[in-house]
């Protein structure tokens, strides 16, 4: 939808946006005020940020309760970049003024971007997730993931030293093996129309996904033979983590609310009591810990033990 057409859409309930900086959206509440009148509230429920290289910065967080404060649901991300092993500045990520008084499910796909040479401190990480908790007080269901950053491997100075068959794409991806991930370099974009089934764990997700835009339509049709995998020549930059360990959390899960029926963390470096600070989730009955460190089972078990609705059949804990 375009800016303009959005302005009039006055009693809009659901929107969807590559970007969520601050201005437009105060131009989007401020246009749907008056044509309600001045003094009745936006009906926005749920505001989504599409995956991909768009951002919502942390003013734009701190404001949106107040410019929209119907909303029930958001995701989106926020693109924090590092490039060297530095902390944030405290005063660009303070307190949430006004908090999400009807907000239910929260979902931050990554702190920082993709392309930064760094991971956030331990003590960054857990200012902006205290803030963050404190200021969803009703929230139910709460996705938050530190993301990843990713830079070129030492020795890889163009794409004709990241060139790699299939065979080596395959060893050299992580599984369960070690950290370095792999980019596929747009190469996805030549996949055969005949397509039906495509599954992968190794690609770097944002190129994956900007590659399969310009694969070849009409996937459905026919199928295609295991031979594909032997024959595919990949053009791979490759990839290695931006900082050296993920971010711990700094005691901020005692803030998590009581309200939550549903939680999920990924790319955090828990400690096996760090999930026992979390008192009274007497509601909880999903957890899911991504990438969360040798810790995480630990502290999953511990939640698990002092949350009454909450079943080891969903307690996922997974690299």
């Not at 003590?123 to 990843?148: K, W």
């Not at 770097?204 to 694969?215: K, L, N, Q, T």
Request: hydrophobic share 40%; net charge positive.
């Amino acid at each position: 939808m375009r800016h303009a057409t959005c302005k009039q859409a006055s009693r809009l309930q659901t929107l969807d946006l590559d970007n969520l900086p601050e201005s437009l959206l105060r131009s989007i509440a401020h246009a749907w005020r008056a044509q309600r009148g001045g003094a009745a509230v936006p009906l926005l429920s749920k505001l989504t940020q599409s995956r991909g290289s768009g951002k919502m910065d942390w003013a734009t967080f701190r404001a949106l309760p107040d410019l929209f404060p119907e909303l029930e649901e958001l995701t989106a991300q926020f693109n924090i970049f590092l490039s060297n092993v530095e902390s944030i500045d405290p005063a660009g990520y303070g307190a949430v003024p006004v908090p999400y008084q009807r907000l239910r499910v929260l979902t931050i796909h990554s702190f920082v971007a993709s392309y930064t040479r760094a991971h956030l401190t331990t003590v960054d990480a857990g200012r902006i997730l205290r803030n963050i908790l404190t200021a969803v007080p009703n929230v139910e269901q709460l996705h938050i993931g530190h993301g990843a950053g990713w830079r070129l491997m030492p020795g890889v100075r163009n794409m004709q030293h990241a060139t790699c068959t299939w065979q080596q794409f395959c060893m050299l991806s992580p599984g369960a093996r070690g950290s370095t991930y792999l980019g596929v370099d747009g190469a996805l974009a030549h996949l055969p129309a005949s397509l039906k089934r495509l599954l992968s764990s190794m690609q770097h997700a944002h190129d994956a996904a900007c590659s399969m835009r310009h694969a070849a339509c009409g996937m459905q049709h026919a199928a295609c033979s295991i031979q594909l995998a032997t024959r595919l020549h990949v053009a791979c930059r490759r990839l290695v983590p931006g900082g050296s360990a993920y971010p711990g959390v700094d005691g901020a899960l005692a803030h998590l609310p009581t309200s939550l029926t549903r939680l999920s963390l990924s790319y955090f470096s828990l400690g096996p009591y760090d999930l026992e600070m979390a008192t009274g989730l007497t509601s909880l009955r999903r957890l899911e810990l991504f990438r969360c460190g040798q810790h995480a089972r630990a502290a999953a078990d511990a939640c698990a033990a002092r949350c009454p609705h909450l079943k080891q059949d969903l307690v996922k804990v997974s690299e």
